[in-house]
């Protein structure tokens, strides 16, 4: 659990000269995002990605295959925190009609160390494909959009989860952390959860599917747009094993859910 500061005024209590207003527009565009996520986050990084000319990175090949590892490091490592979040305690983030909604307060699990662990995992899915994109674009203007877009949805959920929940999420509020996850404690909450694999590939094998794909994608473009078709020839014939392995995962997730063996 993350340490905890007695002195912290709850969270329904407005700091000196906090804007009100301003405040109110974070919420309201949180619900915007929050409804029509699914159709905007898609477009807007299809857009950025196609309008961003691939170049290597610092000027070089080599340094460009360094960037692309660290990209997709990240990339990974916020599957990873998503991977945790649901598998020991998942949280329904979909929502009720497209609005946001919950029946309880999920504290367990990584929601004991972080609030908003899922967030916090899309949000360096989307960083690492920007960096392995490496675009003066996607740095500018991406990178801010989605990280705006996430502040903001987090900021409409906790205006909903404090009229929901009232002191006991003021509580949970001053007791953990809103994004950034804190370590004391984890391996005691890892070690005294149930890890639900089943759930984990039911609820992610579609996203992650995706986020693969495109970093597959992303670099395909860059082997043509640097090597020509033909020289790239032996890279693409990797990447394109490595998109079929995909595609046989994901029939044989969607599989297993539909027939319900999962």
Not at 132 to 137: R, T
Request: charged residues 20%.
């Amino acid at each position: 659990m993350s340490t905890v500061d007695p002195t912290a005024p709850p969270l329904d209590a407005p700091a000196p000269h906090t804007d009100l207003s301003g405040r109110r527009r974070l919420v309201a565009a949180g619900n915007f995002f929050f409804r029509w996520r699914n159709h905007i986050f898609p477009l807007a990084f299809a857009l950025l990605w196609v309008l961003s000319r691939p170049r290597p990175a610092f000027g070089t090949f080599r340094a460009d295959a360094v960037v692309d590892v660290a990209g997709f490091a990240i990339a990974l490592c916020g599957q990873i925190l998503r991977a945790g979040a649901i598998g020991y305690a998942y949280i329904i983030r979909g929502g009720k009609k497209r609005r946001i909604h919950a029946d309880a307060l999920v504290q367990e699990g990584l929601f004991a160390h972080s609030r908003n662990p899922l967030y916090v995992g899309n949000f360096l899915v989307f960083l690492g494909l920007f960096v392995m994109i490496h675009s003066p674009l996607g740095y500018a203007v991406g990178v801010p959009f989605f990280a705006f877009a996430y502040v903001a949805i987090v900021a409409a959920e906790e205006d909903f989860l404090l009229r929901r929940f009232g002191d006991v999420y003021a509580d949970y509020c001053r007791r953990v952390n809103r994004f950034l996850p804190a370590l004391g404690g984890m391996r005691h909450t890892l070690r005294s959860m149930h890890f639900d694999l089943g759930r984990l590939v039911r609820k992610e094998y579609g996203s992650t599917f995706t986020w693969l794909t495109l970093a597959l994608a992303i670099e395909a473009r860059e082997q043509i747009a640097w090597h020509g078709v033909r020289e790239a020839r032996p890279a693409l014939a990797g990447l394109f094993g490595a998109f079929v392995v995909l595609v046989i995962a994901y029939a044989t997730a969607r599989f297993l859910k539909k027939t319900r063996r999962m």
